[in-house]
C-alpha cells in the first residue's frame, strides 16, 4: 500500500495480495484517522461480503473467488471507545456482469484497490445498541 495526503484528502493504492480491510486498519491507525468517508473502486480475487439479519441479529456472510471488479467500494472510518472502527460495504461484478455485495468483512486485491479517504473534522464514536444489535454512530 501507498498513499499520498492532499489537503483533508488521501489516495490510496492498495497492491495485489494485500487484503483491504487490514490495509485500512492499517492506514487509519498510522495516520491516527478518526473521522472519514471512504470509497474505492479496483479488481479483487477473493472476498467475504455479508448482510445483517435483524431477527437474528447475526451476519450471514458469503465467500466468492474469481474474476471481480470493484463496481463499488463505501464507508466510513470512526471510533469505537477510541479505538478504530471501518464499516466498509461492497459492489462487486464478476466477468459476466453479475453482481454481488455487503457489508465487507475481507477482500484480497487481484490487480490493483483505488481509494479515496476523505477526512471528516470532528469525531464521532459509536456505541452498540440493544435495540438494533449493531454498534451505531453516537453523537455526544
Not at 456482469?97 to 483505488?114: D, F, I, P, Q, Y
Request: glycine fraction near 10%.
Amino acid at each position: 500500500m501507498e498513499y499520498r495526503r492532499f489537503g483533508h484528502t488521501y489516495v490510496i493504492r492498495i497492491d495485489r495480495g494485500e487484503e483491504i480491510t487490514e490495509q485500512v486498519k492499517a492506514f487509519a491507525e498510522k495516520e491516527g484517522v478518526r473521522l472519514a468517508s471512504v470509497q474505492a473502486i479496483g479488481a479483487i480475487n477473493d472476498f467475504t461480503v455479508g448482510a445483517f439479519d435483524t431477527e437474528t441479529r447475526q451476519y450471514r456472510s458469503n465467500s466468492f473467488s474469481g474474476v471481480w471488479e470493484i463496481a463499488s467500494l463505501s464507508g466510513t472510518i470512526t471510533t469505537k471507545d477510541g479505538a478504530y472502527y471501518g464499516h466498509l460495504h461492497l459492489c462487486a461484478a464478476d466477468d459476466t456482469g453479475r453482481a454481488v455485495g455487503g457489508h465487507l468483512n475481507r477482500a484480497v486485491v487481484s490487480a490493483t484497490c483505488e481509494m479515496v479517504v476523505t477526512l471528516i473534522l470532528g469525531r464521532v464514536e459509536r456505541r452498540f445498541s440493544e435495540d438494533v444489535g449493531l454498534n451505531l454512530f453516537a453523537f455526544e
